[in-house]
């Protein structure tokens, strides 16, 4: 008797796919929480070029996604498993955990803000203001931590590694893009590529926010005067 086509397994994007358990207010916060890397990317960045067009930024994303591809390289490479505790209920055993992607993007993404901030400024002049704005990505940071353990995703050991080696790559990335590629920066702004786009660098103006301010109400007066 024929059976019918074969079934082929199905495996599932798992982006912004988190489970909770139900009723657990904490676990349903740390839910949103894990999606904080999605926010930065989709809301973040993508809000950045489109109305900022800032070459720093666009390095910065640039070190993120090469993060993440070594980080599943790294992963298809090593194939440990996630905690089999709640793999099947989470429905992730097909997917590896050995480093957590999550806290790798995270601990990069704290690692080069607040160099970014205290080396080269982040476009504020006041060393108070630079120091508040490096603090400000960590408690998010560790917080996509913990949530990826307490909701059964990864394990310690797994979410440890994904830290350490996201601050390393998000601190030589940096070192990269401000003492290397720094250099071109200049060539892409007059690139037909960086004309067309709108493609700028404002890491030289000490005070961003000051600087545009002061020029847009300047603009504005001496149309007000035409």
């Known amino acids: 008797m024929d059976e019918g086509p074969e079934v082929a397994s199905l495996k599932a994007v798992t982006l912004t796919h988190v489970r909770y358990r139900r009723g657990d207010s904490l676990g349903h916060f740390l839910a949103w929480v894990s999606l904080i890397p999605v926010f930065i990317s989709l809301g973040g960045f993508v809000s950045h070029f489109i109305f900022r067009r800032e070459l720093q930024g666009v390095f910065f994303s640039l070190g993120l996604i090469l993060s993440q591809f070594l980080n599943e390289l790294i992963k298809s490479s090593i194939q440990q498993s996630r905690p089999s505790a709640m793999c099947a209920a ?9 480093p957590s992607s999550h806290s790798q993007y995270m601990f990069f993404f704290a ?3 607040t160099l970014l901030c205290l080396l080269n400024g982040a476009g504020t002049s006041s060393p108070r203001s630079r120091r508040l704005l490096a603090l400000l990505p960590w408690p998010a940071a560790f917080l996509t931590l913990y949530s ?17 080696l996201g601050m390393v ?6 070192w990269i893009v401000n003492t290397m ?13 960086g004309r067309f786009f709108y493609i700028k660098d404002s890491s030289h103006i000490p005070n961003v926010l000051e600087f545009e ?3 847009a109400r300047a603009f504005r007066k001496k149309l007000a005067k035409d």
């Open 213 to 215: 301010y002061n020029n």
């Open 111 to 113: 690692s080069y803000f």
């Open 181 to 193: 590629l720094v250099d071109y920066f200049p060539a892409i702004e007059e690139s037909a590529v």
């Open 169 to 174: 790559l998000g601190a030589v990335w940096f």
């Open 90 to 98: 989470l429905e992730v055993c097909d997917s590896h955990g050995w």
């Open 148 to 164: 990826r353990v307490y909701l059964g995703y990864h394990t310690v050991a797994q979410v440890i590694a994904g830290a350490t």
